[in-house]
């Protein structure tokens, strides 16, 4: 007997599983990051724009695939598609550690990029988990992002500078490597392909998600926060050395920062969450991130002003990375969940590809002042956006499985409409399912699933 309030062996192995691999993926990712203005220049052929394509193309070949691969891995199989992915980045990774050049390191970020598994790694959570324990098996893949974009910030500069950058993208490759065998080996293996409108995408769909205003609100947002971390990497290395940091002390600053931003996450989300008080909160953090650029922009080799303006960005971009994804979660029209996360994560790697290639292309012409004074141009234009939000609708989205006989029902969608807290429903009858997005302090799932087949008792 299945005890449906606890994760089964199974879901369990999914879960912690496909989060390893996404840590893994994320982790190889982000490494790079910290090291690749400094480091890269050392290259043949490097110069401050090749080095901003070589951080940017990543995203861009990221952005390109990220919806194909998702919609492919419903006919092919996911865990084909997860492991493909996993085999383009870890050839990629192998082709920059043995480049000599500029130009290989370009390459080989570009092959990385589109290896897209995350769509894929989402949908496979969906097949291997049930309804009930779904939306904790996707938040264990969203804390799994933080925790890697922390430890990359303080690995990345640690192995670089110990060993050089070529080794880097050795150890990235093994990891995705590593990533392939969890994915064969821990990942249970399903036939069971459920088309879930909440975790994965549905074609028909991505026209309107892309003509609902406050979704492509929330897309600009994502997309002028990866600009300006991306931006800012660019720069930020260079003018800690100018300021008399060395950059094998890089990480030391990193470790500081990061460890304060994760105190300080978590009390301003629930904050966020259990005050409704979410759209304040995205304004106050766009506003500092401005604040933390002007204090870069103007920071003029005083090392104490860039670490500053370093500790304000993390905290707030920690922040955004929970915050901007619970928005999509709460904005997207019942049913189209899925399809809203996939573009949403598009929008991400635009702004990873513009941010990188924008940066390396200024800081070639005028420095990292001008880098630094585009990254506040970025997050002022961001902020004008964000003030015309409007405050979010505090729901939860779900889907409950129908019985064919709960589906004569003529009046169920009226009788669901009608309970306390209900904001949306949508019926699809080919899949056997009700999309919901419901207020849970009103009415819960258990509630929902009693009123459903109350008809048909």
């Known amino acids: 007997m299945i005890n449906d309030n606890k994760m089964t062996a199974s879901e369990l192995r999914g879960t912690w599983g496909l989060g390893t691999v996404f840590s893994l993926r994320m982790l190889g990712m982000f490494m790079v990051l910290p090291v690749m203005t400094t480091y890269g220049m050392t290259l043949p052929d490097a110069t401050s724009t090749l080095v901003g394509v070589a951080i940017g193309i990543y995203g861009l070949t990221q952005a390109f695939f990220q919806i194909p ?19 383009l980045f870890s050839l990629g990774s192998l082709l920059a550690a043995f480049s ?14 589109s290896g897209a598994i995350a769509s894929s790694i989402m949908a496979l959570l969906s097949d291997l988990t049930r309804e009930q324990h779904r939306t904790k098996a996707m938040a264990c893949i969203g804390v799994s992002f933080g925790i890697s974009f922390a430890i990359a910030m303080i690995l990345g500069p640690m192995i670089t500078h110990a060993f050089g950058l070529h080794f880097l993208f050795g150890i ?36 309107k998600v892309l003509n609902n205003r406050r979704l492509l609100k929330l897309n600009f947002g994502i997309m002028c926060l990866h600009m300006l971390l991306m931006l800012t990497f660019v720069a930020l290395p260079s003018a800690l050395e100018r300021a008399g940091l060395p950059a094998v002390n890089h990480w030391i600053l990193y470790l500081v920062t ?17 005050k409704r008080r979410i759209r304040s909160v995205l304004i106050l953090c766009v506003t500092v991130l401005l604040i933390a650029e002007v204090i870069l922009w103007s920071s003029n080799k005083h090392l104490w002003s860039i670490i500053s303006g370093v500790q304000c960005f993390f905290v707030v971009f920690n922040v955004m990375e929970a915050l901007l994804p619970s928005l999509i979660s709460k904005e997207a029209p019942a049913g189209y969940k899925g399809t809203a996360m996939g573009v949403y994560a598009t929008s991400q790697f635009i702004g990873v590809a513009i941010g990188g290639c924008l940066g390396g292309w200024l800081f070639d012409m005028k420095g990292t002042s001008a880098v630094f004074a585009a990254c506040a141009l970025v997050a002022f234009i961001w902020l004008i956006v964000s003030t015309t939000m409007r405050e979010p609708s505090y729901v939860s989205s779900l889907r409950i499985l129908l019985s064919r006989r709960v589906l004569e029902d003529s009046d169920l969608l009226n009788r669901i409409k009608a309970q306390a807290g209900v904001t949306e429903v949508l019926l699809v009858k080919e899949e056997q399912s009700a999309y919901i997005k419901v207020d849970t302090k009103k009415t819960n799932r258990r509630q929902l699933e009693e009123l459903i087949h109350l008809g048909k008792s």
């Open 172 to 207: 990235i490759a093994f990891l995705s490597l590593l990533g392939i065998v969890i994915t064969l080996t821990v990942v249970p293996s399903t036939d069971r392909h459920v088309l879930n409108r909440e975790s994965g995408m549905v074609k028909s769909s991505i026209t």
């Open 100 to 113: 000599q050049s500029i130009w290989g390191i370009i390459i080989g970020r570009a092959l990385q990029g």
């Open 69 to 87: 691969f998702g919609l492919i891995s419903d006919r092919i199989g996911r865990k084909f598609m997860i492991v493909g992915g996993l085999i």
């Open 258 to 274: 990061m460890l304060i931003s994760f105190a300080a996450v978590l009390p301003i989300i629930l904050y966020a969450e259990m």
